[in-house]
């Protein structure tokens, strides 16, 4: 613990050390990734208060995910602080509410809403509009958002043509079982997670008495993160914080990668238009990554487009300089996920302990290859915001369902005119709703439809390799490879999607599976969809301290068509590509080439449905155009993270 408040600043640099000490008035803090901008938000609530200028409980630290929350809260204690509030929006917005309820609006407060889903298909059902369960889940996202963008169940349809969204179902049917599910509510006195913030913010604007009290309360306001925060949000902060200015915000709008969410830089952005006053301060020293890392991130960011773009920050390592990153080619996928778990062991060969190695995708259906290969490496792994790829529900059922048609000898009626297996495989799949054409929009629906198409694949591949075979070997394959990744969940090697890695850094990163139309995925069309892919990927640049590899296959199976490329957004980053644009930057690291098989000549397959490729742009790409993939783990990732909120919340003590 410092001995002194002037103590607390030493571990800082000029520019932290200016945020630290700016106490009166706003400031603002733009900086780019690992620039220090938590641990400079830490030290000066850590310095105002022992300096003795910052009453702590006078003190609301705000952050967006609970593990945020929990880690300032540890930092504060480390530099001698107490009695600190730091919390989440929603976190906080409960407790005033439970305590303010009684006064405002007499009673208790509403209960919480458990089920939201089941709430939601009653509505649904009474509007005779018919969901199954992937499609409830996606429905209730899009409930979710319109709540914090503030959007009332009559302009849903308008909004989200306007937000340039895929409705997952029409916008009309999407607002009738919104307005449904609101009555619901109503008639049950319940209230849902988003309707804390909204009330909350209901009860400030109308009770001056009561939005005066938690003003004397809290005077202070720390904010993290706060590229991420939605209109909702700020409309709360702005009540909190009335006409007063104490208020301190960091964030980053290169990392803008929730905006499906509702979230939007455009607070951060327009700070200093808010807060004419504010003083603004840019980190720039990066002490997270080496220099080569930073350099490859700068390039990146040199090549973004549009608002966030126009604010960034050229970043400077701190570190002594460490390996160049590596750009590897492979010929297939399963040529990359082997390469990369045969560098993962050397690595840890070489003294990287496996918790300090992440391999991070765009989309959780990515990671059976993945799984498949560590587990054959023997290297430990776990998974991060998404379930292991055969403990998946749709994949266990369609396990089950394979299983019985295997026992039925092949006398079932249903395979007794199909030929050959993967033809079997999609029939029997097919009796569990699966579909050759994916759904159409994003979400559950096509999270479900995914990992049934990764089987697909799965049968495909075995039966290019044994042309003999069976169901009842593939049943038997399916066991074994169940089995090998079911690894002890020791300390491993990460596997997660880039949007779950935000925030977190490791020794190693594995950037894999870097081709376009995974990078951008597929129906990321706009310029605003292609930039915030852009920015996912410099999110996950920017998590390696050290080491740094970025891979691509050129063709989905072995003897596949070398017909994919890699990413658009290393071009003039990758040695031996073309730049890119004017501000394009060099990068190291040479080439290498996986030890993949030869290619062989045959149809182009979509690489998601399996379909015959005709088209000279789909053989491209190797997706066929109705094929675009999934991003929306991360949205339920973030509902996870806020029903925990709600959990653990409701026990506690009220407010004050
Ligand atoms: P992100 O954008 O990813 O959230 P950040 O800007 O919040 O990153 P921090 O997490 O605060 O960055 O810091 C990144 C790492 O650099 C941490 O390990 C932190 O302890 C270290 N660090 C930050 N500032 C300094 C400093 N002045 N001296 C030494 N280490 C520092
Ligand atoms: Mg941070």
């Not at 302009?155 to 607002?175: F, M, T, W």
């Not at 044994?466 to 020791?490: I, K, S």
């Amino acid at each position: 613990v410092p001995e002194s408040a002037d103590a607390v600043l030493e571990g800082l640099d000029p520019e932290q050390r200016e945020v630290a000490t700016a106490l009166h008035g706003p400031v603002c803090v733009l900086a780019g990734a690992g620039t220090g901008k938590t641990r400079a938000i830490t030290h000066r609530i850590a310095y105002g208060v022992r300096a003795g200028i910052l009453p702590p409980a006078s003190v609301l630290a705000v952050t967006f995910t609970n593990r945020a929350a929990g880690e300032m809260r540890g930092r504060l204690r480390q530099l001698g602080v107490a009695g600190v509030q730091a919390r989440t929006f929603h976190s906080a917005a409960l407790r005033q509410l439970q305590y303010f309820w009684p006064k405002a609006v007499g009673g208790e407060l509403p209960r919480l809403l458990e089920r939201k889903i089941q709430l939601v298909a009653e509505a649904a059902a009474r509007c005779r509009i018919r969901l199954d369960r992937n499609e409830l889940r996606d429905v209730t996202g899009e409930i979710e958002w319109a709540k914090v963008t503030q959007t009332v169940p009559g302009d849903y349809p308008a909004a989200v043509a306007k937000s340039l969204r895929d409705a997952p179902r029409d916008p009309a049917e999407i607002s009738q079982v919104y307005g449904m599910y609101e009555q619901l509510k109503r008639d049950r006195s319940v209230i849902d997670f988003e309707d804390v913030l909204l009330l909350t913010v209901g009860i400030l604007q109308d009770r001056h008495d009561i939005a005066e009290h938690v003003r004397r309360q809290y005077q202070h306001f720390v904010v993290d993160e706060y590229q991420d925060v939605s209109p909702l949000q700020q409309r709360l902060l702005d009540l909190w914080l009335g006409d007063r200015e104490s208020l301190c915000v960091v964030g980053d709008a290169s990392q803008t990668i929730y905006s499906f969410t509702g979230a939007t830089p455009d607070h951060l952005l327009n700070f200093r238009t808010r807060h004419p006053g504010a003083t603004v301060v840019k980190l720039v020293r990066d002490y997270r990554s080496t220099p080569q890392v930073v350099h490859l991130a700068n390039g990146l960011l040199g090549q973004a487009r549009g608002r966030a773009a126009e604010h960034r920050l050229e970043l400077i390592s701190q570190r002594d300089p460490g390996p160049e990153p590596a750009y590897v080619e492979y010929a297939d996928e399963p040529a990359e996920a082997e390469g990369t778990a045969r560098r993962i062991r050397e690595l840890i060969a070489a003294g990287v302990p496996a918790g300090e190695i992440a391999v991070l995708y765009r989309i959780n259906a990515q990671s059976e290859v993945y799984e498949q290969a560590l587990a054959d490496a023997g290297v430990p792994y776990q998974l991060r915001g998404a379930e292991r790829f055969f403990e998946r529900q749709e994949v266990r059922e369609a396990g089950i369902a394979l299983r019985g048609a295997a026992r039925a000898g092949g006398n079932d009626a249903l395979l007794d005119d199909v030929e050959d297996l993967p033809a079997q495989v999609r029939a029997v799949l097919s009796t569990k709703g699966w579909t050759t054409e994916p759904p159409a929009g994003s979400g559950a629906v096509r999270d479900r439809w995914e990992s049934l198409a990764a089987l697909v694949r799965l049968a495909e591949d075995f039966v290019r390799a044994r042309p003999q075979a069976t169901l009842a070997d593939l049943v038997a394959e399916l066991d074994e490879r169940a089995a090998a990744q079911h690894a002890p969940t020791v300390q491993g090697v990460t596997l997660a999607s880039l949007h779950s890695a935000k925030g977190l850094e490791w020794d190693a990163v594995f950037l894999v599976g870097l081709t376009e139309g995974m990078m951008p995925i597929t129906y990321a069309k706009t310029d605003e969809q292609v930039e915030e892919e852009r920015r996912l990927l410099y999110v996950g640049v920017t998590r390696a301290r050290l080491h740094l590899s970025l891979s691509w296959a050129l063709s989905r199976a072995p003897g596949g068509r070398a017909s994919r490329r890699p990413t658009r957004f290393l071009n003039g980053i990758r040695p031996g590509s073309a730049a890119a644009g004017p501000r394009a930057a060099g990068g190291g690291g040479g080439v290498e080439h996986g030890a993949g098989r030869r290619k062989r000549r045959g149809p182009v397959l979509c690489r998601v449905c399996g379909k015959t490729l005709t088209d000279a742009g789909e053989m491209k790409l190797m997706r066929c155009e109705d094929c675009p993939s999934d991003m929306d783990e991360a949205l339920y990732e973030r509902l996870r993270e806020w029903r925990s909120v709600q959990a653990k919340e409701l026990g506690q003590p009220a407010y004050c």
